[in-house]
């Protein structure tokens, strides 16, 4: 099963991924889960990043609030795909993280998703259509989200997760 | 050889991905340019968003300037990757493109590059990156790009270009 | 009775429109609710642009939040005017979507209102001033809307409906 | 012949509206052009907008930097439809002035369009959309520009003008 | 005893101004509160304009929010000096307010002070501040009332309407 | 001849008050101008504030660009009214200076205006608006500017100048 | 032991200092908390400024909401390192402190930190890596911080109380 | 000598750093300058960052645009004082390396300066204000440098390194 890596700033991060944390074993893909700073756990950040292949991970995504550094630090150490999740913390309520993010220098992209909510449930649907190029399977899967996704105009992930089965 | 499709919506935004026209071919990637408004050729681009997969695309690359729709409509039509580059056009410079283009709705992600030409550039990386996991020869080529970045610190394409071979 | 389309992203919009959906009726024009999303309901939510001028619809009115693209999408398969109303909704609380709606192209206007309730509830009035070029009726709700408020100064809505009659 | 009024606060802001300018006739609307502002020449403002009815005027259109309060003030001493288009002027660049026309309060809504040239130029569709509900001949030009934007993608107004004949 | 007079766009901002309808008095100075909009009752607004010299008023306070208009509309009817101060409503909390106000052109200035209740409170203390020179046993209180903050830092009105006496 | 003070942060903001500077004779004022920096010259500012009543100055403005305090600082030490003027300086364009200025706490008001030339033109208005209140022969001078404005609209320094005679 | 001035212009900002008013201590360092008002109390801030020397103290911390002028105009009178901490009070939330604060112009540094708690409590780790390299008995503590932070991930401020022993 | 390291992510950021390159010798401060990119070369970053102490070096300051990460990844590895410096670049100028340098979390302060030149001379004595504290020579320079500032008001660097000796 393939297998993505969500690596967050802090715990207190952890719900807003909820409806993520359901979307990824429901489109058949594997997520590990670490706390991890940027700036006060740096090495084991580094070490997340550089390991990530060895354990068979082909997709990391980071969320970060406030001078949000974690996705570039990783995306600087890796050639596998990067997704940003810009969290909402006051006072900017993810403004500063989404710049922090978004606006990386030549040469280390990162693929910053929307500030909050949105963009961690974004972060599973992004991946997977990532590895979804290369896992055939997960197609299908995306292709039925799309359908529950016309049929219920809203995403409620009660029936997204009945649709996908 | 692995195939993307970038997408932007005037003539006038090809000048800011010139960097990444060079990268695409030394990444061993094709790319097929197309210009296309969400608003102004609606049917056009939904029809580049929906046949895209049977002209072998895997990832499509959007640039838009102002109230830059263009990667979120190509992007409710397709289940491939989509990458947005908001386009730093006046009078607001590219920041609300890439607002409008970042803060997209649960269910349909785009992964938002910086505005301008950082993210044009990043672009052809980005999709290189989530192209090498299903191409492994795509894998050295940035490795050597990571190395040569590492030691030329700044991102100059005739460096890059030469490194990459 | 003439008639307007007010589609909304979602649901939840629905209550910022309160107002509005009183005033409608009030002004003597019929209104048709539909809830679409740009992003998850495409197929959708071209059917209701291009569908329409078919159903006696004369203006459309798009309630959206975030990357709020939704106005756009609609004006760009329809030459009927199109209103947009962005909806103040966390984390940027209707900034993104303001953007999102006024900064459009050359060539496909949206007549973008104040983000949160005081659009939602002008585009009713906007509807009538434009309806009302045709159906002179509506002329004279509007000059007796506008005595109503030199009299109240304050906009509250059940002064307004009786004052209107 | 229908008729919209052009009000500018200055005349250094008519060349931004050289595109719109041209679009009027080609789309059958006469325009008459009117300096005057809100602040310095509030008198003239005033009856501008209360006079426009008896000059057979059905749209107007105002444009304005800075704290643009133009088309509001306008908007508060006419039922006519009032579009508003933020000017691009330093040190800003229509960043304020989009804001002050965007958010006006319940009862007096303002249609506010993009900063710059891409509303200037919107200004005139848009209004020959409100105008063609109560003119047919002009929903023709307006099927038509549609064709002709979604031929050549960019809006070129040589070639607007040509294919409006 | 000389006079001020406030106008605010709503009944609701009154809560605001508490503290500054305090600090008149104490100041010796009598302030004519009145309610109207600059967009809701147009025709009010100016009446208070310019009716304001033959009532004995010499500063004129506007206090609104959203596309502040207010301030400035009632700056192009007089020539007394008016205070503008920014209500912060939601949704962008007296940001908007506050370019919508300050950023007047050339000609016709606003006096703006700061979003919110500091504004609220310094709108009394600036119009003493402006009749002091006239009034020279304003001059006494304004000194006082220097010495009171000097002392206490802090900005209680209790403390300071009992340092004023 | 009533008198106000003038203080620039810099040499280089002097030709942004060119207008302003020809305005105050025009309309009976004196003014005197001072270069000093709240922050690098703070001793020579604090006795600017605190001198200007033993010279005869009623009003002071005062321009400055980033972080802008020195009407701030000054508005600390004297209790005549005190004008600030955001100076558009890169690389944020007076949006820094305007939010300096304008968030004044409770206590202590400047009265901001716009930033840029705008402000700096209207500063002198403003100055002369308040002095008009003790000086009657200033206000024939604000009552004719308004005439010179309404009649041409723009606001040509000449113009104004020659009509102030 | 090493000293630091932490000046406050209100009260009620000192709850936000909680964390870094444990932290000082246990790091050996003195802390002495004043409130002053830049602005209300211009005298006693300039007295703290100039004493501080005479008082043992090496770093000022200066913490302010609004036009935050506190760490700046003590700047003014100092040559010890100050450091400001924007506060985020309504209706801006620190955006406008964080400005005012940072945007210095040459010759007179203000180290400014986050907005909100982030930046309070990091304006005790920023001294006391300051005064570290002149007491290196702080060094000791600060890798000890370092090492705390790596194996917590979060910054708990038990955790880190309990670790620095 | 006390020593410092300045760290650019880019050879084009060192003209801003023109007038501190001249300030750090005659404040009697030695500069090492390296070119090194938080992202395109992370390892010799942080090499630069914990090699640091090995050299004698005692402040770091750090100089970045865009997602301006370079300050806050060097601070992570480091007990030393980090000052950073925005630089301002296309298309946002500095207000994102503004925000990604300023809104570090807790337990890893950047001490943020203005973003452009003014922020990359300041970082010179800001770093000479910090050494003072354990270098007493370096206290006259900086006591020298106010009474020049005082008497030319301006910050002219030929005047300030004549005025230093």
């Known amino acids: 099963m393939p297998k993505v890596l969500l690596v967050l700033g802090s715990n207190s991060d952890l719900p807003l991924f909820g409806d993520a944390l359901k979307l990824w074993p429901a489109l058949g893909i594997e ?3 670490e706390i991890s700073s940027a700036h006060r756990s ?16 082909e997709v990391i995504i ?9 996705a570039g630090v990783i995306a600087a150490h890796t050639i596998l795909p990067v997704i940003g999740v810009p ?4 006072p900017f309520n993810g403004f500063d993280s989404l710049l922090a993010m978004a606006q990386m ?16 449930t974004n ?9 979804a190029l290369k896992y055939p399977q997960i197609q299908g899967k995306l292709t039925r989200l799309k359908e529950i996704m016309e049929q219920n105009v809203a995403f409620k992930i009660d029936a997204v997760l009945a649709g996908l089965g």
Chains 1, 2, 3, 4, 5, 6, 7, 8 share one sequence.
């Open 123 to 131: 972060s599973a649907i992004l991946s997977a259509q990532i590895l």
């Open 42 to 57: 740096p090495q084991r950040t580094l070490e997340l990043a550089t390991g990530a292949p060895g354990q068979g991970i």
């Open 62 to 70: 980071a969320g970060a609030g406030g001078a949000a550094h974690l």
């Open 87 to 90: 969290i909402n913390v006051p």
């Open 31 to 33: 997520v590990q889960v």
């Open 105 to 120: 220098p030549k040469g280390v992209p990162v693929a910053t998703l929307a500030a909050g909510e949105f963009g961690a």
